[in-house]
Structure formats: structure tokens, C-alpha cells
């Protein structure tokens, strides 16, 4: 058998019984292999919480507004979704002002009717 590598003995006492199964190094052998696969399934499960997590906090904006500058919307949608926009000054100032009303719409989708008719690339 593979549990036991010396011949069973007769135990007296049960303290003496736990030393005798307790102390068998197949045991050893197992446990750090053991150890790993409990860790790997930690890991694979922490990674598939938090994809899970992420996708279900897509981000969703909510925006009403009527000819206003562009400077302005994209600050609002910043402080909607947390996004930063890096954007040139005279691009913005060269803009049109903006009517957009959307509820509860994707991020791409408002910033596609952001930037609908409008001179920036």
C-alpha cells in the first residue's frame, strides 16, 4: 500500500496511534501538491469574481443638454463615468455646440452623437 511504509504496529494508546499514521512521509509528499492545486483554484476563482464583477459595471451615461459647448458635455460624461478626456484646445474651440439627449446609454454610443457632424477626426 502506499499509505504505509512500515509494518503495522499494535498501538496502546491512541496518542501513540496518531503519531504512527500522522508521521508517514507519503503524506508529506502529497500535502505541498495538495497546497498548490488549492492555491491555483484560489487564484482562477478571484480572477473569474472579478470578470465578473467588471463586465457588470458597464458604464452608462445619462445626458440632457441643448447647444452646449463641447468642453461642457465631455465634462459632464468625465463626471458620469470616470473617464478622462485628453483633447487639443483649439480642436475644442473650433467645435459646434452640441444638443444630445440619451438615457441610460452606453459611453460609445453617446460620444458617437457627440462627435456626429462635427470638424474633429
Known amino acids: 500500500m502506499l ?3 512500515q509494518p503495522l504496529r499494535i ?4 496518542d501513540e ?3 504512527t499514521y500522522t508521521n508517514q512521509p507519503v503524506l508529506k509528499k502529497y500535502a505541498n501538491k495538495i497546497l498548490l492545486m488549492i492555491r491555483f483554484t484560489t487564484v482562477i476563482l478571484i480572477a473569474t469574481i472579478m ?4 463586465s457588470s459595471f458597464a458604464q452608462r451615461i445619462t445626458l440632457n443638454t441643448k447647444n452646449t ?7 459632464d460624461i468625465r463626471l458620469q463615468s470616470g473617464y478622462d478626456f485628453l483633447f487639443s ?5 473650433s467645435s459646434k455646440p452640441i444638443s ?3 438615457k441610460n446609454a452606453a459611453i460609445e454610443e453617446v460620444l458617437e452623437k457627440c462627435f456626429n457632424d462635427q470638424p474633429i477626426t
Open 3 to 5: 499509505w504505509f511504509h
Open 11 to 14: 498501538c496502546r494508546k491512541p
Open 17 to 19: 496511534m496518531y503519531k
Open 51 to 54: 470578470q465578473v464583477s467588471a
Open 69 to 75: 459647448a463641447l468642453e461642457q458635455v465631455l465634462k
Open 89 to 93: 484646445e483649439g480642436l475644442i474651440k
Open 100 to 102: 444630445i439627449s440619451v
